[in-house]
């Protein structure tokens, strides 16, 4: 098999809530969109940390729970059929010689555009390993951070760690998967959803899920892959645990990892754009919008990163079709169509004569 | 009228500052770390204060008597590494005259 180039006109990095009204904004100019995200799912932050957390400042919305808010911003921008390489971090960005740009994720799959643009908030997502001093040498061999394929937990001994909701829901998981789960935490009291902490409760008492708490993994044992980790409940002796798997789930923390190599200027962790004009960075072609750029007056906000992505998006018009004369078009005097053959368009206003 | 207590701060390459933290701004203490920069953009504060991140762990250093922690709070450090007895959310430590000669030690970045 080749290598497949998925090409697109905007490439964008980060599928949160700037990235997905990138979309949109790109569809009304006929500018179609695939974006790269580390996370399996859209919505950045507000799918990943704070689904549940309501927002006040959204625009016309008084209140929108975050994960509400993606879910909006995906319908509203459907029609204009985005791509989406997830589960994949963009690694490296190349420039070609015809001006496009060919960004490849850590798992090689390439994509090439005319124009990026970087909405990657705090960056890229990576799992938060635990202080275990010779982890490292087991990721692979046992030791996961992220649960990509379930099977291969099959009639395995599994020893699961953390207290929130993916190490609930887990444990619930392989309770039925593998021969044995045990779920270790450093309280007794998990956060999560109600009724997962229910299950794991029933599943408990019926012997599927072995619980120790309050409990910490302190060390690993095992010659080329896991045999087994050293447990030690509060106040006791530490003890060995058999086991071939260890999954610690202890959230995600975002890193800007290898976007601080693409040759862009950085600043406080953030790159520098232009604001007085189009939110490009350094390098003509890519821009930078949401939270991931920086300029004097900056706001981490959503509403500020929708402002950027739609000038943003007018200057990717302009690279994408050089010379061409553009003028705004209201959605309400235009409609929107999309490129899936739907439109939208208001209504026509009624004229008859009254008698 | 609300003044500005004095907070020392030592961040996470052991240098210690002094800061002058408002009252009056409805302020907590990640967001003061944040508005005088004693860590780098994009390591503290990274949920914006909801108590879902634990980036803004720090150690408490004098013996102030401090709000108790609610349950998320709780729940957090509980999945945080490098926690101490005294490690706390500075997100959940609002600036209150009470918090006068407050010092803290930034956690560790994980």
């Known amino acids: 098999m080749g290598i497949i180039m998925i090409k697109t006109d905007i490439l964008i990095i980060g599928a949160g809530p700037t990235g997905l009204f990138t979309v949109f904004e790109a569809g009304l100019l006929k500018l179609r969109c695939h ?28 209140e929108i729970l975050a994960g509400d808010l993606t879910d909006k911003l995906l319908e509203q921008s459907k029609q204009f059929q985005p791509g989406f390489t997830l589960g994949e971090r963009a690694e490296t960005l190349e420039k070609q010689d015809d001006g496009s740009f060919i960004v490849t994720t850590n798992k090689g799959t390439k994509h090439q555009a005319p124009v990026v643009a970087i909405a990657g908030g705090l960056g890229s997502f990576e799992p ?23 099977e291969i937990y099959r009639d395995k001994r599994v020893v ?3 207290g929130g909701d993916s190490a609930l829901d887990w444990s619930i998981f392989l309770a039925d998967v593998a021969s044995e789960v045990t779920l270790i935490h ?13 299950k794991v409760q029933e599943l408990k008492n019926k012997c599927k899920i072995n619980l120790i708490t309050p409990a910490e993994v302190t060390n690993i044992f095992g010659e080329d892959h896991v045999e087994g980790v050293e447990v030690v409940k509060t106040g006791e002796e530490p003890f060995r645990l058999d086991t071939n798997c260890f999954i610690p789930l202890f959230g995600l923390s975002p890193k800007l990892g290898p976007l601080a190599t693409w040759g862009l200027e950085i600043e406080k962790n953030a790159i520098k754009v232009n604001n007085s004009l189009d939110y490009q960075t350094n390098i003509p072609g890519v821009f930078a ?32 079709n050089p010379g061409k004369k ?13 490129f899936d053959g739907t439109s939208k368009t208001a209504p026509k206003a009624v004229v008859k004569k009254i008698e | 009228m609300n003044q500005d207590i004095k907070i020392t701060i030592t961040d996470r390459d052991g240098v210690s500052h002094n800061v002058e933290a408002p009252t009056d701004m409805a302020m907590n203490l990640m967001e003061v770390v944040r508005a005088f920069e004693l860590a780098p953009e994009g390591t503290i504060g990274i949920c914006g204060g909801m108590a879902m991140c634990a980036s803004c762990q720090c150690y408490v250093l004098s013996d102030h008597d401090l709000p ?24 959940q430590i609002q600036m209150t005259p009470e918090m006068e000669g407050l010092e803290v030690e930034l956690a560790p970045e994980s």
């Open chain 1, 326 to 338: 553009y003028v705004l078009k209201y959605t309400t005097v235009s409609g929107v169509h999309g």
């Open chain 1, 160 to 162: 699961i760690a953390g």
């Open chain 2, 68 to 91: 108790e922690k609610q349950d998320d709070e709780e729940a957090m450090l509980s999945e945080a590494f490098y926690v101490k007895d005294n490690s706390r959310l500075g997100c």
């Open chain 1, 35 to 62: 974006l790269i995200d580390a996370l399996p799912q859209p919505g950045g932050q507000c799918s990943e940390i704070y689904p549940k957390k309501p927002i006040y400042d959204i625009p016309a919305y008084p």
């Open chain 1, 186 to 198: 450093r309280r007794n009291e998990f956060r999560g959803a109600l009724d997962s902490v229910e």
């Open chain 1, 289 to 320: 919008i949401g939270d991931v750029n920086t300029y004097p007056g900056k706001l981490k906000l959503i509403l500020c990163g929708f402002h950027e992505a739609t000038l943003m998006c007018q200057a990717a018009y302009q690279i994408i």
């Open chain 1, 128 to 150: 938060r390993k635990p202080l275990i001093e010779n982890i490292a040498s087991y990721e692979e061999k046992g030791v996961a951070y992220f649960i990509k394929d379930p």
